[in-house]
């Protein structure tokens, strides 16, 4: 069975660092494409960013460029989101989605349960 | 970047109605297009993917099809499970875009 497991999350102030992670079981990790989508209380789904299977390549949504950076270990089977310089937009629950194969133009078919990032002061 | 609009925003139908929920994208996506269902608290699932593929396990009453740049998600009978917002997602790109959102109540 496919599981994703979230973790990492929590409040932080304006400025602040997080380090979100994603535990991948029930598949071959290393041939998938993982992504981060994140949605702010009451409003839609995000897409943030997607890795590669073999780190090729990596993507940002505009608004977090510079800001964050997607990792993955292909021996532990998680997915990284290193947040810096968070913003009070930044506050939302932050899921990691697998993508269907390996590239990075993919539909989502497995999902996290989610973790809760909140930025405030 | 590729917007995508969803109409209705809101909708409230029967037990047994079909529904329809439309999605428009800015710029062709081909037939890279995906629907997801999400319940409160949950995470989406997906439905549909390649605009018109049912992902396994999904009831059958779930259809999707295209028509040029517009998608249409469509319920053959409402069910009161289906509560939930559904979104479209594009692929053709890297730079994945969803829908807004549309929230499907049960009368």
């Known amino acids: 069975e496919v599981q994703l497991v979230e973790s990492g999350g929590g409040p932080v102030k304006p400025g602040g660092s997080l380090r979100l992670s994603c535990a991948a079981s029930g598949f071959s990790f290393s041939d998938y494409s993982m992504n981060w989508v994140r949605q702010a209380p009451g409003k839609g789904l995000e897409w943030v960013s997607c890795i590669s299977s073999s780190h090729d390549y990596i993507y940002y949504t505009d608004s977090v460029k510079g800001r964050f950076t997607i990792s993955r ?21 932050y899921y990691c989605a697998r993508g269907t194969d390996s590239s990075s133009s993919t539909h989502f078919d497995y999902w996290g349960q989610g973790t809760q990032v909140a930025v405030s002061s | 970047d590729i917007q995508m609009t969803q109409s209705p925003s809101t909708l409230s139908a029967s037990v047994g109605d079909r529904v329809t929920i439309t999605c428009r994208a800015s710029h062709t996506v081909s037939s890279w297009l995906a629907w997801y269902q999400q319940k409160p608290g949950k995470a989406p699932k997906l439905l549909i993917y390649d605009a018109s593929n049912l992902e396994s396990g999904v009831p059958s009453r779930f259809s999707g099809s295209r028509s040029g740049t517009e998608f249409t998600l469509t319920i053959s009978s409402l069910q009161p499970d289906d509560s939930a917002t559904y979104y479209c997602q594009q692929y053709n790109s890297y730079f994945r875009t969803f829908g807004q959102g549309t929230k499907l109540e049960i009368k």
């Open chain 1, 73 to 93: 270990d292909n021996a532990k089977n998680a997915l990284y989101l290193q947040m810096n310089s968070l913003r009070a937009d930044d506050t939302a629950v």
